[in-house]
């Protein structure tokens, strides 16, 4: 054998070798696959026992679904304030809004000042004489201000909704028991036509990780509808449920110092905190705000609160 033919062989045998390893690398990326533990689910949130049935997932194959039937309120930390009721109120009296990348508090000065903040005069949503902000107060006021097609009575109306108003609500989801990562990431849908699940996730208390918050449709109206300090906030349809992590939701502490977990996408991943133990963000995530280790597997790490954002899409199938 020449010299050149020797250098030629070795040269495509290294090729074949280092092809070989990417791929074992890419197929070990996922080589850790950690089920749904049931028993995170807070029972107080629970309107019935998680039992499993079978389900289709988004690539047509079936497989094995928790089924869990929540009640749409938090258990373990109080809901609300919203709105505040005076514009000398403090930041306690009232809950938070998000506007580009940042987290305001919803006190008495910020509803005092939202025509400066939003640079338009017809932003007046308290009484100039006795300071009193203009609110719902009932639940056909909810109802009725909380409408994307708002009429122009609730203008510059602060929106509260109650939880007493949905209290005999219950949605069902579905959870694969293990998850099954998907060809290439599947995009959230955003509308009726749309594919893909609106919804990103639940929380341990089995609230929901919603859709990011419509707020230039609510601003638009004239209206703002304040989330509390866990990030949530409610309406009639779909009852309590969060637009933002703010680290108030029951969460499990990891071992090492790994972030803690909050909750489950729905694909079955799980979701875990956007900081781990040091308060470093994590600078390896994928498009969909995941990542895997040998310990969780592939998971997935929120974005900061004022993004009005939890996860960009799903790393796995989903039931349809």
């Known amino acids: 054998m020449s010299k050149l033919t020797l250098i030629l062989f070795s040269t ?12 074992d690398a890419e197929t070990d990326s996922d080589a ?3 089920n749904v533990t049931p028993a995170n689910f807070l029972t ?5 026992p998680i039992t499993i049935v079978s389900k289709t997932l988004s690539d047509g194959s079936t497989a094995d679904c928790y089924k869990i039937v929540v009640n749409s ?57 006795t300071g009193a902000i203009t609110k719902t107060s009932t639940k056909t006021e909810c109802e009725e201000a909380a409408n994307p097609n708002v009429g122009a009575q609730y203008r510059n109306y602060c929106v509260e909704c109650l939880p007493s108003y949905v209290a005999n609500l219950s949605h069902t989801y579905y959870l694969p028991v293990t998850p099954k990562a998907a060809s290439s990431a599947i995009a959230f849908g955003n509308g009726p036509m749309s594919n893909g699940p609106s919804s990103r996730g639940l929380a341990f208390n089995g609230v929901v990780f919603d859709a ?51 909750g489950y ?6 979701i875990f905190e956007r900081l781990d133990a040091d308060g470093k963000e994590y600078t390896d995530l994928d498009a969909s705000r995941g ?24 790393h796995g199938e989903y039931v349809l």
């Open 32 to 34: 850790t696959i950690v």
């Open 12 to 23: 495509v045998l290294l090729t074949l070798v280092n092809a070989c390893n990417k791929d």
């Open 212 to 262: 990011p918050a419509p707020t230039s449709v609510i601003l638009a109206a004239y209206t703002l509808a304040p989330f509390d300090d866990a990030g949530g906030h409610i309406n009639l349809a779909a009852g309590y449920h969060y637009h933002a992590a703010t680290g108030l939701t029951t969460k499990i502490a990891q071992a090492d110092s790994h972030s803690a977990m909050i």
């Open 291 to 314: 990542h895997t280790d040998t310990t969780r597997g592939y998971h997935y790490h929120v974005d900061a609160p004022g993004n009005n954002n939890f996860i960009n899409s799903l």
């Open 265 to 270: 996408a729905f694909d079955g991943y799980g």
């Open 73 to 129: 309120l938090a258990s373990d930390h109080t809901m609300g304030p919203w709105c505040p009721s005076n514009i000398s109120d403090d930041a306690s009296k009232g809950g938070i809004w998000l506007e580009g990348g940042k987290v305001y508090d919803v006190d008495g000065a910020f509803v005092k000042n939202m025509a400066t903040f939003y640079k338009d005069n017809t932003w007046m949503m308290y009484d100039a004489t």
């Open 44 to 48: 107080a949130g629970l309107v019935e």
